[in-house]
């Protein structure tokens, strides 16, 4: 029987410097190995990563067109105020990476996958679908994600440090759910000071080799509907009173729903996705309106 790897980040303590975006410091990679019924635990360190300034600025708000919803009512400026907890994707939101398209890319395969992650977010294929179909692209094995990390650290958003600061001071919890990789989100969450119990996202699987094997399906984010079971779990198991969801794709505004988010945020400033822009609640470029917004 083949060997199974599941593999996790844990991150360690690093200094950074914040520039327009944030890179995410160094890690080790802990690797737990499943043969049969046994565990082998092994532990990697990688180097640390080569931080490359980049300058990333969030869209300007000529690109909103008649979008209406940029100036939020009182009621939503309610909700988000009195909102104890709120849930934020992480590729193109928290960071200004979408986390597949960059590890395809750097495999190889980045066109054909970036084409499926657009198709995705617009929502006009299922996501279990577009995940396995970008995946099945170019198969990254453990070795890769490895190097890609190394090589190429996620990068923050502008502000977003900023604002899960503010929401913690003002007493609400902060969750990151995605359908990118736990391999690529656990040192973000570390840098956020974001608990690995309030992560909900996919986990790559390996063979004892190292080789690809697929992705753990049984994670809700890994079909589409699964942010929003996700959000519904979240409130149903905390009774959090009112919940806010911030994101870019159609798997985040599928979250607002009844027993599910209250209020839904898009966030615009890295991708602006016309079709799910105009059925947000409040549409924000920068960060820095939903910081002003809780003064």
Request: aromatic share 8%; hydrophobic share 40%.
């Amino acid at each position: 029987m083949e060997g199974l790897v599941r593999s996790q980040i844990s991150p360690i303590g690093a200094h950074y410097k914040q520039q327009h975006s944030v890179f995410i410091p160094k890690f080790s990679l802990k690797l737990r190995t499943n043969l049969c019924r046994g565990r082998v635990g092994m532990m990697k360190h990688s180097k640390s990563f080569n931080s490359v300034a980049a300058s990333v600025q969030p869209l300007e708000a000529s690109a909103l067109g008649r979008s209406e919803n940029t100036l939020p009512s009182k009621e939503v400026l309610q909700l988000w105020r009195t909102a104890d907890a709120v849930c934020f994707d992480v590729d193109s939101t928290v960071c200004v990476d979408e986390g597949i398209d960059e590890l395809a890319e750097f495999c190889g395969a980045g066109k054909a996958v970036a084409e499926w992650t657009a198709r995705a977010m617009g929502g006009s294929v299922p996501f279990e679908e577009a995940l396995a179909a970008r995946l099945s692209l170019f198969k990254p094995s453990l070795s890769q994600v490895q190097d890609f990390l190394e090589k190429r650290p996620p990068r923050l958003s502008p502000g977003i440090d900023e604002l899960v600061k503010k929401l913690k001071a003002n007493n609400k919890n902060v969750f990151l759910i995605s359908g990118g990789f736990r391999h690529m989100i656990n040192p973000i969450a570390s840098v956020l000071g974001i608990p690995p119990e309030n992560i909900f996202a996919n986990q790559l699987l390996f063979k004892s080799s190292g080789e690809f094997l697929g992705f753990d399906a049984n994670e809700p984010t890994s079909r589409s509907g699964g942010k929003a079971a996700a959000v519904q779990q979240i409130r149903k198991a905390q009774a959090y009173k009112v919940l806010a969801m911030i994101g870019d794709g159609a798997t985040d505004l599928e979250a607002r729903q009844p027993g599910g988010a209250d209020l839904f945020i898009c966030y615009g400033g890295v991708q602006l996705r016309e079709a799910v822009a105009a059925k947000a609640d409040w549409l924000v470029l920068n960060f820095k309106d939903l910081i002003s917004s809780l003064d």
